[in-house]
């Protein structure tokens, strides 16, 4: 009988050990992951459908648009052995070398400074056109980056089924595209329009697979999508043509083999208050995404027009828990101290000539007051070292 209680008291305690032991492990875990270390980022990504499969010609198709080395085992192995491959990948590393490499070094020593490192996991780029770059380098915990522009998301770039000559254009013309942001890290729109095309290299879709080979992420998925009439995304064109459809391409992507995916969707619209008049569908899109972290540049300040943008702004304004922004994006008055808490970096005289007419003197006078100091990297149109601005809006009220 003595032997039999003792036992039992014996289970009882393992059992009261076990429960608390356990209590422990899931305070400590909670208690870890709601103190993350500064400097430490969370691992967040999308899920995809269980039957997902990648098809690894999307990353060498995205290698080869970036000038780097393509796989032995790939069909486009020989061609990345040829001359001409290797005088585009010379081109293309100097380039880069000359003023990205070195920027975005400056940019995340200021960001790790600056940024908070917990923020809203869908970042939301207006006016981006294919600028996923600087959206990663500011905010490159994101798990979902929407961006939009004026042009088509174009063809996805299918070089393996192309003949040699056909290669060579391809990327010859996508060099030519690449040559103005590459210097002064931003994409003029008159050129724009010349230089980007709905051809599969130069195409949007190709400079944003560009960009994330180049800042060494995997693609692992490329395809067309769509905003239907409801504002529900999809994959394929209804048989009956439906009027309202919002062209994109969505592309999947990842630091590494084990590390979260993520997904970047574009989307081709013209948001004047007009053009959303007719495309209803559009906004209710956007607020279906949640909270956004918003960055915005060289955004030839349309939103500060009292008229034409109010759309838009207003989504972007009352969807947005964090905005960084240059001076072109939401004018200072659209920020009342009551809702944001604002912190200025950089330097401010005046817009460049094209808009002149933009000129914030209340922004001025908080530069002038609250600055942290010069930024000592390119961002916006006035793209050289030390003439750069930012503002960090952080949401206080509702």
């Not at 422990?24 to 870890?32: G, H, K, S, V």
């Amino acid at each position: 009988m003595y032997m039999k209680t003792t036992l039992v008291q014996t289970l009882s305690n393992i059992r009261r050990h076990y429960v608390f032991t356990c209590i422990i492990i899931l305070i400590t875990f909670f208690c870890c992951g709601a103190n993350t270390p500064q400097g430490e980022h969370k691992n967040t990504g999308v899920t995809l459908d269980r039957n997902f499969t990648i098809n690894k010609q999307f990353n060498e198709s995205a290698l080869l648009l970036a000038g780097m080395p393509i796989p032995a085992a790939s069909s486009l192995y020989m061609y990345s052995q040829t001359n001409e491959y290797t005088s585009y990948c010379t081109h293309i590393e100097k380039n880069w070398s000359r003023l990205q490499y070195a920027n975005q070094q400056k940019i995340v020593q200021w960001r790790d400074k600056f940024l908070p490192y917990n923020y809203t996991k869908t970042v939301f780029y207006p006016f981006s056109g294919p600028d996923i770059i600087n959206a990663l380098i500011f905010f490159p915990d994101g798990a979902e980056y929407i961006m939009f522009g004026l042009e088509l998301p174009g063809e996805i770039p299918a070089p393996h089924a192309l003949p040699v000559a056909k290669i060579r254009s391809g990327l010859s013309g996508l060099g030519v595209a690449l040559n103005n942001v590459l210097n002064v890290n931003y994409f003029k729109t008159i050129n724009m329009a010349k230089e980007i095309s709905t051809d599969s290299f130069n195409s949007i879709t190709g400079v944003i697979m560009f960009f994330l080979s180049r800042t060494g992420h995997e693609v692992v998925d490329v395809k067309k999508v769509w905003i239907d009439n409801n504002s529900v995304l999809v994959t394929a064109l209804p048989q009956k043509k439906e009027p309202k459809m919002i062209p994109g391409v969505e592309i999947l992507f990842r630091k590494s083999t084990n590390a979260p995916l993520k997904r970047v969707r574009y989307f081709q619209l013209n948001v004047i208050d007009y053009s959303l008049a007719t495309y209803t569908n559009f906004i209710p899109y956007l607020e279906s995404q949640g909270r956004f972290t918003t960055i915005i540049k060289s955004a030839s300040y349309l939103m500060h027009n009292d008229t034409k943008f109010t759309k838009i702004r207003a989504l972007t304004l009352s969807h947005s828990d964090y905005i960084l922004q240059d001076d072109s994006g939401i004018a200072l008055r659209f920020f009342p101290p009551q809702k944001w808490k604002l912190t200025f970096h950089g330097t401010y005289s005046k817009p460049v000539s094209l808009f002149a007419h933009r000129y914030q003197q209340d922004f001025m006078d908080a530069m002038k007051k609250y600055s942290t100091g010069p930024l000592p990297f390119s961002y916006g149109y006035n793209f050289r070292e030390n003439e750069s601005n930012l503002m960090f809006a952080k949401r206080v009220g509702k």
